[in-house]
T-cell receptor, first 111, second 116 residues
Framework: SQQGEEDPQALSIQEGENATMNCSYKTSINNLQWYRQNSGRGLVHLILIRSNEREKHSGRLRVTLDTSKKSSSLLITASRAADTASYFCATDPLNDYKLSFGAGTTVTVRA | KAGVTQTPRYLIKTRGQQVTLSCSPISGHRSVSWYQQTPGQGLQFLFEYFSETQRNKGNFPGRFSGRQFSNSRSEMNVSTLELGDSALYLC???????????????FGQGTRLTVV
């Protein structure tokens, strides 16, 4: 079973708008990571946030982490057509060597 | 520096056959993980190797096996293929040594396996 659950499953926005997706998880984590996947290809790492961090930025990406609620959010600002992809959160548990992935959010950016 | 390389990219096999997939990690990465991705089940963890030792295994039947060589290259094998094994198999490498290490995973492009 998957550790993370993502919401929404799909998102369609206009170019220039912001996209927000959420991830909830169940167990204690070392860190939480976000990945992007374009159309059935490999995953690309976007950002890693450690369990003792609350917010992190990377370019147009902003990630928050609330360990008390076991949830995270990914915000993509000023979206572009090239942001069209599936986005996955992955939790890195405290006492394990695997990443557990959520089901993903499919984002479509309309020109 | 070269990324993670998976071969072959595409494979079509018949039910009952076996298949071996290969993964070459990024130079210097000693951790290699394998994942199965299907539309219905999403990304499921198969196993993780570090310095030729399997450190973790997912919930898959014994038909799924893997190994890692001294140069960190890894292979996974699926025997007695079933239709449900059709999936994208992804390999990822990282520098992760200790459990608490905060390291990202670098993924290959995957091997698309179709079982007919």
């Amino acid at each position: 079973s998957q550790q993370g659950e993502e919401d929404p499953q799909a998102l369609s926005i206009q170019e220039g708008e912001n996209a927000t997706m959420n991830c909830s998880y169940k167990t204690s984590i070392n860190n939480l990571q976000w990945y992007r996947q374009n159309s059935g290809r490999g995953l690309v790492h976007l950002i890693l946030i450690r369990s003792n961090e609350r917010e992190k930025h990377s370019g147009r990406l902003r990630v928050t982490l609330d360990t008390s609620k076991k949830s995270s959010s990914l915000l993509i600002t000023a979206s572009r057509a090239a942001d069209t992809a599936s986005y996955f959160c992955a939790t890195d548990p405290l006492n394990d060597y695997k990443l557990s992935f959520g089901a993903g959010t499919t984002v479509t950016v309309r020109a | 520096k070269a990324g993670v390389t998976q071969t072959p990219r595409y494979l079509i096999k018949t039910r009952g056959q076996q298949v071996t997939l290969s993964c070459s990690p990024i130079s210097g990465h000693r951790s290699v993980s394998w994942y199965q991705q299907t539309p219905g089940q999403g990304l499921q963890f198969l196993f993780e190797y570090f310095s030729e030792t399997q450190r973790n295994k997912g919930n898959f039947p014994g038909r799924f096996s893997g190994r890692q060589f001294s140069n960190s290259r890894s292979e996974m094998n699926v025997s007695t293929l079933e239709l449900g094994d059709s999936a994208l198999y992804l390999c990822a490498s990282s520098l992760k040594g200790d459990r608490g290490a905060n390291t990202e995973a670098f993924f290959g492009q995957g091997t698309r396996l179709t079982v007919v």
